[in-house]
């Protein structure tokens, strides 16, 4: 594998998604939106078609259009290379080695040909025994490889067939070792990344069997292509939702450096995989959270959402950002103001994401300045004085409905204060109010109540009640009345929903009743 | 009416007003979901260093292979080739499908029509007062009706729809459903009947006892658990739940996202 980084020969591995025929089956009827969505993506698995040795015969010149009628062709002939693996084990003689490797080598080739490699074929004839004793200590590189490359694809896809690999997690684990060679480590670190990404139990397993560490230091070094495999197994094996994972890898000495030192050098591809491992950290451990943000994380993470264009790294940059946003808003915000030493200020940062034409950074930009709203009169300032407010509020118009239920968000915490202690009621902050009623956010907020999401019915009204109690000279609840929201709260009284109806009916008796002249 | 300026004790109404917290989500929270998606549709895009012709042979195999992913929405079997089919995919399919019943439209209008139609009871007291009430669906036309069979003779007569078309096919409920709801329905009013002093004057009614009846009664009816309709304008795709917020199932909601406002 050529080292030295030159472009011309050196291929690097191609990654690409796995179709989730195995997420479909899997589902079943009764299960929450939040635990199906989970099972699904939680699949992050990885097809190898160019291995890391750089052999590309295959992949890409082959270019067979693979149809349903050559599957079981491809499941007979992966049947057969099995078989020949088996007795070139077997073999003792003169020039096994060399048997092994050319076996292994066809298996392979099977194994990396279409959408849907002949993985159950492979395995019912025994594929994984022979492939386990093919990765004993001491054995050439070669065999090495070809071995781990068979294990990364039977890996990548359906859970059983990931699940198969128990057997060659200890042996891949130890191959991740320092002494290995670069191309073969990678290969497992491939394997193990999707072994991984198949669900919490593997998750488990590998680590207690000592995955973490010698993943974790195979992002050491500065070679790009290995830091990118690495990191992309080392952010399956953190994702959780459990947290110890992300508390182990916090203890390795001197992995937050080097995280720190590749996100800020690294070219984008890279940079992508760290910021999930950055994704993850935020989210699950605290002790990660003050190193990284210690280390400077948050101004690295606000340059790269001003400069970079690629959807793939904005979006868990983006996230990073609201993570440790989220975690403390107030503290968080303080020090970034305060390190503000480069054009990119927070707030212009996320008026890019919304002005950006992708949903989910329209959506998780919002989430992030909702948080921000949250914080101190000051930072609610920081936000109401900018250009993001005419951003908002058409946002507000006319986005989908997950991005404007963020908006509104935002846009109700800039009107309030956060109440300090729990008996004081909290503030509005009139001067913000009126100026964005006044930016004509009431329709936004009257659809949000006849829309029939519970959460954002419920931000309408409370919205609403701001204005109507809030708005000077009494003329919140013609104002409210101007834009249908009596019609809209009047909905509610029969509603099924009992604390909706209840608000609803409250503003309406309190705002509406007989002295207010409704014309019926 | 007063209306103070200052901070108003909404005591008495118990309202939660409106109080900014911080919202925070755990990695896997449904709110990331479709972040992640993005994840994996984009993965297949990624290839560095290669040579031109290795390019262009790899976009040949990605679209041949068609390397698709599945919408992650509940219950959804479709499979998407590429971010922008994602995109327009959900835009089509799931956000304007009804949370109550599941059914699909192609235009939030319509959704809208729909939910007030089959799922508001507010709706049907207000046609029961003879209102005109239900809208045609041409976009455009604005002319509405007081009955469900009138706005359809309208449909056919002046915009050509056919005959046998049906906004919202009512479905047959079995004996046994209709048994059990004539009892709630009885029992239901009964208890109307007796909150009848307590309640606020919110609308005025004429006949209580007919409207609230009939409130009742359909508030009692659900479409979850009918028979999915076949001939009906909004598809219903899948029987198990679409996108329901997950706000409406309230014992299903996550612990970890803070709710909104309330002042505890």
């Not at chain 1, 290379?81 to 392979?108: C, D, F, N, P, T």
């Not at chain 1, 590998?206 to 992309?232: C, E, H, N, Y």
């Not at chain 2, 479905?171 to 709630?184: G, N, P, Y």
Request: charged share 25%.
């Amino acid at each position: 594998m050529a080292d030295d980084g030159t472009a011309s020969n050196r291929r690097d591995p191609i990654k690409s998604s796995v179709g989730n025929v195995a997420g479909q089956r899997r589902r079943q009827q009764a299960v929450t939106v939040a635990k199906e969505r989970r099972e699904l993506l939680v699949r992050a698995k990885r097809l190898c078609r160019v291995g890391t040795n750089g052999d590309v015969e295959d992949a890409c010149v082959d270019n067979e259009m693979m149809i349903d009628e050559d599957q079981p062709i491809l499941e007979a002939q992966a049947s057969k290379a099995v078989e020949e693996l088996k007795s070139a084990v077997q073999y003792q003689g003169k020039g096994a080695m060399q048997k092994m490797v050319i076996a292994l080598r066809e298996l392979r080739r099977l194994l990396s040909k279409s959408e849907f490699p002949p993985v159950e074929a492979a395995l019912s004839a025994g594929a994984i025994p022979l492939l386990v004793q093919c990765l004993s200590f001491g054995s050439p590189d070669e065999q090495l490889l070809e071995s781990a490359w068979c294990l990364t694809n039977i890996a990548a896809g359906k859970p059983e067939e990931t699940k198969a690999l128990l057997p060659a997690l200890p042996l891949l684990i130890a191959h991740l070792g320092e002494k290995s060679s670069a191309p073969v480590a990678e290969q497992c670190a491939w394997a193990i990344g999707n072994v991984a990404g198949e669900g919490e139990d593997l998750r488990n397993v590998l680590l207690s069997q000592g995955a973490l560490l010698p993943l974790a230091r195979m992002i050491f070094p500065d070679k790009s292509s290995t830091v990118r495999t690495a990191a992309w197994a080392l952010s399956n094996l953190i994702k959780g939702p459990e947290p110890k994972a992300a508390a182990q890898l916090v203890k390795v000495d001197g992995i937050m450096d080097a995280i720190l030192r590749h996100f800020k050098k690294s070219d984008e591809v890279t940079a992508t995989e760290i910021a999930w491992i950055i994704v993850y950290l935020s989210a699950l451990s605290d002790i990660a959270t003050s190193m990284l943000v210690k280390g400077g994380i948050l101004q690295l993470l606000l340059e790269r959402l001003a400069t970079s264009k690629s959807l793939q790294l904005l979006i868990p940059v983006l996230r990073s950002v609201g993570n440790f946003v989220a975690v403390d808003p107030k503290a968080i915000l303080t020090i970034l103001i305060r390190e503000q030493n480069t054009e990119e200020s927070i707030v212009g940062v996320l008026a890019k994401c919304l002005r950006s034409e992708h949903r989910v950074l329209k959506k998780e930009a919002a989430w992030v300045l909702s948080n921000i709203a949250a914080g101190s009169i000051e930072h609610k300032r920081m936000i109401h004085s900018t250009e993001v407010m005419s951003l908002l509020l058409r946002l507000l118009s006319t986005s989908p409905f997950d991005i404007r239920k963020e908006v509104a968000y935002v846009l109700g915490n800039l009107c309030v204060e956060s109440a300090e202690g729990g008996d004081t009621k909290p503030r509005i902050i009139q001067d913000h109010l009126v100026s964005i009623v006044r930016g004509g956010c009431l329709p936004g907020f009257i659809e949000l109540v006849r829309s029939p999401d519970i959460e954002a019915a419920r931000l309408g009204l409370q919205f609403i009640e701001l204005v109507l109690r809030g708005i000077p000279n009494g003329e919140g609840p013609k104002l409210v009345e101007g834009e249908d929201g009596i019609d809209a709260m009047e909905r509610f009284q029969f509603h099924e929903n009992e604390e909706l109806r209840v608000m609803a009916n409250s503003l309406v008796d309190k705002y509406f009743g007989e002295d207010y002249g409704i014309d019926e | 009416m007063a209306m103070g300026m200052t901070v108003d004790t909404v005591g008495e109404l118990a309202f939660p007003v409106w109080n900014p917290i911080r919202r925070r989500f755990p990695p896997d929270s449904p709110f990331f979901a479709s972040g992640n998606v993005e994840r994996e549709l984009l993965a297949k895009q990624v290839a560095l260093d290669l040579t031109e012709d290795e390019i262009n042979h790899l976009q040949i195999i990605v679209e041949t292979e068609s390397r698709r992913i599945s919408c992650p929405i509940a219950g959804c079997p479709e499979r998407l080739k590429s971010l922008d089919h994602f995109e327009d995919h959900y835009n089509a399919r799931h956000t304007a499908s009804c949370s109550v019943c599941s059914r699909v439209y192609p235009t939030s209008r319509l959704l809208s029509i729909h939910i007030s139609e089959a799922h508001d009871s507010f709706f049907q007291a207000k046609v029961a007062r003879g209102y005109d009430m239900y809208e045609c669906l041409v976009e455009g036309c604005g002319l509405k009706f007081k009955t469900y069979k009138a706005r359809h003779r309208h449909l056919v007569d002046k915009h050509k729809f056919p005959t046998t078309f049906e906004f919202f096919k009512r479905t047959q409920l079995s004996k046994k459903r209709r048994e059990k709801l004539q009892r709630q329905h009885v029992s239901k009013l009964k208890h109307k009947e007796d909150k009848e002093e307590a309640s606020s004057d919110a609308m005025e009614v004429e006949d209580k006892a007919s409207v609230d009846g009939l409130v009742s009664a359909l508030s009692t009816l659900t479409t979850a658990d009918t028979t999915p309709s076949n001939v009906s304008f909004g598809r219903r795709h899948g029987r198990g739940l679409t996108f329901v917020p997950r706000s409406v199932h309230r014992e299903k909601r996550t612990e970890s996202s803070s709710a909104p406002g309330p002042t505890n």
